[in-house]
């Protein structure tokens, strides 16, 4: 750290920049890997309504934690025990689905890193899913909100109190942007979700 390393500055003040620069536990509270992937997640169907924005300790998380793991032995049964491919993730991130998760991506200023996962993740999932698709999404897709390191007034906590995941969606939805006939793991279309919210 630069002001550690400045005889000017006490240790007092540079501990209390440690304290406060990256605030509360689990991932920071910026847009950045992390907190990008886990919405993008959320876009792709792939994890709980809500999950994307929520912070590491809100109260909230234990009921996601238990709803989630619930949630993946009845999509194990359905698969090991009625042999329905459907419960599959590669069943449910579809193209489409991938196009919505860089829709939201772009919309909310994630981390370039997305681009290296997305492709990576529809690569392993036999996807059709490019450069060439970001690009054309990038053309039309505006940014509708800015999340640090954008700014430094807005944070995650601050996505989430607005609506989340769900609440971007949403206004990507109204606005014509997003493929609406994908699935999410909770069986129904995640469109739908956005547009109750």
Do not use: W
């Not at 792939?46 to 934690?65: I, V, W």
């Not at 359905?78 to 829709?103: G, W």
């Not at 890193?113 to 990576?120: G, M, Q, R, S």
């Not at 897709?141 to 996505?159: F, G, I, R």
Request: a negative charge; hydrophobic letters at 35%.
């Amino acid at each position: 750290m630069i002001q550690g390393a400045d005889p000017k500055v006490s240790d007092e003040q540079s501990e209390q920049v440690e304290r406060s620069a990256c605030p509360t536990c689990g991932s920071c509270s910026g847009m950045f890997t992390a907190n990008s992937m886990n919405c993008l997640t959320e876009a792709l169907g792939l994890s709980q309504p809500g999950n994307g924005s929520l912070l590491a300790t809100h109260a909230d998380r234990k009921e996601l934690f238990l709803n989630a793991g619930k949630r993946i032995v009845e999509l194990t049964k359905r698969y090991y025990e009625q042999d329905d491919a459907s419960a599959l993730p590669r069943n449910i991130a579809s193209k489409a689905a991938f196009e919505n998760a860089m829709t939201l991506d772009i919309a909310m200023g994630g981390s370039t890193n997305t681009v290296l996962h997305l492709l990576a993740a529809a690569q392993e999932a036999e996807i059709d899913f490019t450069m060439s698709d970001i690009d054309k999404l990038s053309r039309k897709v505006p940014q509708l909100c800015k999340v640090a390191p954008s700014t430094q007034k807005y944070h995650m906590e601050d996505v989430h109190r607005a609506g989340g995941v769900l609440g971007i969606l949403g206004e990507l939805d109204r606005a014509g942007l997003l493929n609406r006939e994908v699935k999410n793991v909770l069986g129904s279309d995640s469109a739908t979700n956005a547009r109750s919210i």
